[in-house]
Antibody, heavy 119, light 107 residues
Framework: QVQLQESGPGLVKPSETLSLTCAVS??????????WSWIRQAPGKGLEWIGY???????NYNPSLRSRVSISVDTSKNQFSLKVSSVIAADTAVYYC???????????WGQGTLVAVSS | DIQMTQSPSSLSASVGDRVTITCRAS??????LAWFQQKPGKAPKSLIY???SLQSGVPSRFSGSGSGTDFTLTISSLQPEDIATYYC?????????FGGGTKVELK
């Protein structure tokens, strides 16, 4: 059973860059047929898909965030990462990493990490 | 983007009741529809993919149906552990989009 675990700062100042990492265990980020994804949830709100990176390194981002988002993968550490630049208060959210099995959708989620944007 | 509209936004039901949640897509998504369950303070849990296929370990009281633009999640006999918010999601077209959620409470 694959497990995902997010890590990173819980507080980021406005205009700075939010950086999170998702460590994958019980599976490999290099295995085919999966997209390694980030999804967020603002306090009391619904779910918003941020984007994914594939095992080949191709990426796909939500157009609403594309200019500020970057997802990368480190196969040597079996983890993938998210960067959101020029953050504002509206970027305050619980950030989840997830495995997307493409044809069968998101099947595994990390526990989530709360990131607050505040000075 | 494809808009996903869930109804109702909340409902109250008793243990043993049959519960139905609907999800409508703003345009056709064939059968690329998933359902997730989220309990307070927890990560979402994947329940159903491809409209009607249960993820491993999901109780058989959960079922899904539909096609095109209209979909349904049914809990055949509500249990106390089913109290949660449920989200639909389309994965036919990027960006992936979610419904606004349906909060299920005990009456």
């Amino acid at each position: 059973q694959v497990q995902l675990q997010e890590s990173g700062p819980g507080l980021v100042k406005p205009s700075e860059t939010l950086s999170l990492t998702c460590a994958v265990s019980g599976g490999s980020v290099s295995s085919g047929s999966y997209y390694w994804s980030w999804i967020r949830q603002a306090p009391g709100k619904g779910l918003e898909w941020i984007g994914y990176i594939s095992d080949s390194g191709s990426t796909n981002y939500n157009p609403s965030l594309r200019s500020r988002v970057s997802i990368s993968v480190d196969t040597s550490k079996n983890q993938f990462s998210l960067k959101v630049s020029s953050v504002i208060a509206a970027d305050t959210a619980v950030y989840y990493c997830a495995r997307d099995a493409v044809m069968t959708g998101v099947d595994n989620w990390g526990q989530g990490t709360l990131v607050a944007v505040s000075s | 983007d494809i808009q996903m509209t869930q109804s109702p936004s909340s409902l109250s039901a008793s243990v043993g009741d049959r519960v139905t949640i609907t999800c409508r897509a703003s345009r056709g998504i064939t059968n690329y529809l998933a359902w997730f369950q989220q309990k307070p303070g927890k990560a979402p849990k994947s329940l159903i993919y491809a409209t009607s296929s249960l993820q491993s370990g999901v109780p058989s009281r959960f079922s899904g149906s539909g096609s095109g633009t209209d979909f349904t999640l049914t809990i055949s006999s509500l249990q106390p552990e089913d109290i949660a918010t449920y989200y639909c999601q389309q994965y036919n077209t990027y960006p992936l989009t979610f419904g606004g959620g349906t909060k299920v409470e005990l009456k």
